[in-house]
T-cell receptor, first 114, second 113 residues
C-alpha cells in the first residue's frame, strides 16, 4: 500500500518561479527521501531528511519535515525548464523487522514553462 | 561509471511466455530491488535483496521470481507473463541496508499481449 502521497498531482509554473510540492504519509518513519524522474528515465535521488531533522537544503532545493503532521514539502526555488520532471517522495517506515522497504508516492508532475 | 544497468530496455511478450529482466550494478552495493511503475500507481516494490543468497518479497511479488547468486546481479524472472504485468520495471541498488539513497537503472518497458 502507498505510504506517501504527493500533492498536487500536477503543477505548471513559469521559469523563475518557485515550485512547492507536498508529501503526506500515514505511519511513523525513519527517513523521507525525494526523487526526480525525467520522462522515460530512471529516478534520481535528490535529498534525504531524517525523522529528527526539520529542514534541509541542497542547492535550490529546500525540504521540510513535520513529523507531527506526517508531512514533508519540497521547494524548488528559481525554477528552470530543466526542472520539468515528476517528483516522488519515498519513506522507509519501519516494518517490524530488519527488512528494508522503501515505499514511493504517486508523484507530482512539474512543468516549468520557458 | 556504469552504475545500474538493465537489459533489455524494451520487450514484447505473449501471454504465457517467460522471460528474465537482467540487472547488474558495479558499485558493490549489498541492497538491490525491483520496482514496477504503472500510470497512476507510482512505484511498487516487487522483490528485494540485502546480499548474495538473501531475497525477500515486496508489495507485489506474485508472478515474479528473483535470485541473488552474486553481489552484482539481481535478475527478475516472469514465470508465465500476463497482460497485468505490462509495466515499466526499475532495478535499484543502495550501499546501505538500513536506509540511504537508491540508485536506479533506466528501466525496462515490458508489454504483454
Amino acid at each position: 500500500s502507498q505510504q506517501g502521497e504527493e500533492d498536487p498531482q500536477a503543477l505548471s509554473i513559469q521559469e523563475g518561479e518557485n515550485a512547492t510540492m507536498n508529501c503526506s504519509y500515514k505511519t511513523s518513519i525513519n527517513n523521507l527521501q525525494w526523487y526526480r524522474q525525467n520522462s522515460g528515465r530512471g529516478l534520481v535521488h535528490l535529498i534525504l531528511i531524517r525523522s529528527n531533522e526539520r529542514e534541509k537544503h541542497s542547492g535550490r532545493l529546500r525540504v521540510t519535515l513535520d513529523t507531527s503532521k506526517k508531512s514533508s514539502s519540497l521547494l524548488i526555488t528559481a525554477s528552470r525548464a530543466a526542472d520539468t520532471a515528476s517528483y516522488f517522495c519515498a519513506t522507509d517506515a519501519p516494518s517490524g523487522g530488519s527488512n528494508y522497504k522503501l515505499t514511493f508516492g504517486k508523484g507530482t508532475l512539474l512543468t516549468v514553462n520557458p | 561509471n556504469a552504475g545500474v544497468t538493465q537489459t533489455p530496455k524494451f520487450q514484447v511478450l505473449k501471454t504465457g511466455q517467460s522471460m528474465t529482466l537482467q540487472c547488474a550494478q558495479d558499485m558493490n552495493h549489498e541492497y538491490m530491488s525491483w520496482y514496477r511503475q504503472d500510470p497512476g500507481m507510482g512505484l511498487r516494490l516487487i522483490h528485494y535483496s540485502v546480499g548474495a543468497g538473501i531475497t525477500d518479497q515486496g508489495e507485489v511479488p506474485n508472478g515474479y521470481n528473483v535470485s541473488r547468486s552474486t553481489t552484482e546481479d539481481f535478475p527478475l524472472r516472469l514465470l508465465s507473463a500476463a497482460p497485468s504485468q505490462t509495466s515499466v520495471y526499475f532495478c535499484a541498488s543502495s550501499y546501505r541496508l538500513d536506509t540511504g539513497e537508491l540508485f536506479f537503472g533506466e528501466g525496462s518497458r515490458l508489454t504483454v499481449l
